[in-house]
């Protein structure tokens, strides 16, 4: 059984060996941005939008609704970096069904890849936003004794990514795998049904955890402190709502 | 489960090129053309608010106008009773005063008439008389009224023969006026009379038409019969 589909190799070219996780990013992305370039491509205010467009609104009306309600900005770079998060993984989960194709999701190089990103995004926005000093001081709060802890934590963020989405995807992939081969008529059907919906809530969670990490690293000091303690968006909402009461 | 380092290496690659083309092809031509739809639906709203407010304004003062209007209509319709009712009393006062006017005229009108009537009637009696004076003369005396006037005059110039000499003074006329010629014989009796009672003064006949019936003797200031001021013994009249 093909746990990864790093192991697949398509072609080779200039000796490099082009593997199905490659090939499966392109075609996600080839499908990502050749259905935006058709949608996009005669945009005028004057003219009322079709269908299309409506949905891409609403698609990214969505994205952007969920980014400002956890960063509480509109920063339009940190929807660039997540609503891609989002909208990578969700199509590549959404292309499990279809036979014979490997999520790009599914391996755990692309995994760790997004992770990598996610890990990389975290200091560069934070020192974007507030500077070197303000996003170092981060790291020993509330203490000095925080330090290595909060190092641990800033990688253990990555790894936990990785591993998180990784482990679903592949999961989901290999069970369908496996009942197919006992049971082929029903049970990966309602697999792949559940697939789909673990694709989704998978790749909100991505995009959700990497705006929550970049927020805690861009947020103001007095802030900071409230975000690094509470980082899925539940807890953030009520420290919200406790702000506003 | 492995990690090949040169997929992740690409796959870095490949999503932050995924990130770019995003941002080139969706994020931004969707946020821009939402705030482009944004901004023009503000604009129109902002237009149709002016537009509201232009026409509230317009129907103000259309309503203003209306309102003085018929404020303009009242007035003018007043006006035009006003004027209808002085024209009205203006013309019934002229035609009273053109009534009175023709009545005063026909009063006067009927006055003029009756006095002419009254004169016509006193003329035609007093023919009416004279003529039955004269029938009466002739038939009961045989004589013509006019010689029993000159008989009357020579009769009355007798007493006062010294009187009219006087008021002759140096004239040497005396005139006899009467409304008819006297006959032949009327006139040689009054001329025999007068050269016997005034000798030296020739008698002259005149004949006045408007003259009453009878006859006026005049002699130098003297007139017979006198006038109201004249002395009743200088004048005659018969």
Redesign the interface.
């Known amino acids: 059984m093909q746990l990864t589909p790093d192991d697949v190799v398509v072609f080779t070219l200039a000796g490099w060996e082009v593997n199905a996780t490659i090939v499966n990013t392109w075609i996600v992305m080839a499908l990502l941005v050749g259905i935006s370039m058709l949608i996009t491509r005669n945009l005028r205010p004057d003219v009322p939008p079709n269908r299309w467009r409506t949905s891409l609104e609403v698609i990214v009306k969505l994205i952007q609704g969920q980014i400002e309600e956890v960063t509480r900005n509109s920063a339009r770079h940190v929807m660039y970096f997540a609503g891609t998060l989002f909208l990578f993984i969700a199509l590549s989960n959404l292309m499990l069904v279809i036979p014979g194709f490997s999520p790009p999701t599914s391996s755990l190089s692309t995994t760790a890849a997004l992770a990598l990103s996610v890990l990389a995004a975290v200091p560069v926005f934070g020192i974007a936003s507030g500077g070197v000093g303000h996003y170092l001081k981060t790291f020993i709060e509330p203490s000095v004794i925080m330090l290595p802890f909060n190092i641990i934590g800033e990688f253990s963020k990555g790894i936990s990514l990785a591993i998180r989405l990784y482990g679903n995807v592949m999961s989901g992939a290999v069970i369908a795998a496996i009942l197919l081969t006992v049971a082929p008529f029903f049970f990966p059907v309602v697999m792949d049904m559940l697939g789909l919906l673990t694709g989704i809530i998978q790749a909100y969670i991505f995009a959700i955890l990497a705006t929550v990490y970049i927020s805690s690293a861009t947020a103001e000091p007095d802030s900071s402190a409230v975000q690094t303690q509470s980082s899925p968006p539940e807890s953030k909402r009520s420290t919200h709502q406790e702000e506003k009461s | ?12 690659a ?6 770019w ?3 080139r ?3 931004r ?6 705030d ?2 944004e ?2 639906i503000t604009r129109r709203m902002a237009e149709a608010g002016e537009a509201e407010k232009k026409a509230q304004a317009a129907e103000a003062t259309f309503r203003q106008q209306q309102k003085q209007l018929l404020s303009d209509q009242d007035a003018v319709v007043k006006q035009a009773l006003r004027e209808s009712e002085n024209q009205r009393d203006s013309l019934l006062a002229e035609a009273h005063a053109k009534l009175e006017q023709e009545q005063t005229d026909w009063h006067k009108h009927l006055e003029r008439e009756r006095q002419k009537f009254t004169a016509q009637l006193q003329r035609a009696g007093e023919e009416t008389l004279l003529e039955l004076t004269r029938k009466a003369l002739r038939d009961l005396a045989d004589e013509s009224l006019e010689e029993a006037i000159v008989r009357h005059v020579s009769a009355r110039l007798r007493p006062i023969a010294s009187e009219l000499a006087d008021a002759a003074g140096d004239r040497k006329e005396a005139v006899a006026t009467t409304r008819d010629t006297l006959p032949e014989a009327a006139q040689a009796l009054l001329q025999t009379d007068v050269k016997s009672l005034l000798p030296g003064i020739n008698l002259r006949f005149e004949t006045a038409p408007q003259q009453a019936p009878g006859l006026v003797l005049r002699v130098g200031g003297a007139r017979l019969p006198g006038r109201s001021t004249a002395t009743p013994k200088n004048s005659t009249r018969c």
């Open positions: 489960m492995s990690i090949d380092w040169i997929t992740v290496i690409a796959q870095i490949n999503f932050l090129v995924l990130v083309l995003l941002k092809f969706l994020y031509p969707i946020l821009d053309g939402i482009a739809r901004a023009e």
